[in-house]
């Protein structure tokens, strides 16, 4: 099992930044792929998440109406396309695959992480 995020950087306050999630070594669509972030200093968030099921989306009230996740199955790959950045969204971002759908349910295989330095 391997997950690999890109697109990550430095971008000001207000603009955007879309985040990939390719993956492979399992059922792309028998799982779940979520997307988390941590902060220095902070705890891991987790943020968003897709079924590739049936593609039923969930979000973080933080991202909420800013985020928008995808999934592309011929490229086994799940996108994050993170609008209207703010400051606070600084940090490394995460994808994992899941068994289960939703943000409250674990997450067994993980990807290196990909930094976003949003600067004021």
């Known amino acids: 099992v391997q997950l690999v995020e890109s697109g990550g950087g430095l971008v000001q306050t207000g603009r955007s930044l879309r985040l990939a999630c390719a993956t492979s070594?399992?059922?792309?669509?028998?799982?779940?792929i979520g997307w988390f972030r941590q902060a220095p200093g902070k705890e891991r968030e987790a943020i968003s998440c897709?079924?590739?099921?049936?593609?039923?989306?969930e979000y973080a009230d933080s991202v909420k109406g800013r985020f928008i996740i995808s999934s592309d199955v011929t490229k086994r790959t799940v996108y994050l396309q993170m609008n209207s950045l703010k400051p606070e969204d600084t940090a490394v971002y995460y994808c994992?695959?899941?068994?289960?759908?939703?943000?409250?349910?674990?997450?067994?295989?993980w990807g290196q992480g990909t930094q976003v330095i949003v600067s004021s």
């Open positions: 897709i079924s590739n099921i049936d593609f039923s989306t």
């Open positions: 994992a695959a899941g068994s289960l759908f939703g943000l409250q349910f674990p997450y067994h295989s």
């Open positions: 070594g399992f059922i792309f669509d028998d799982y779940a």
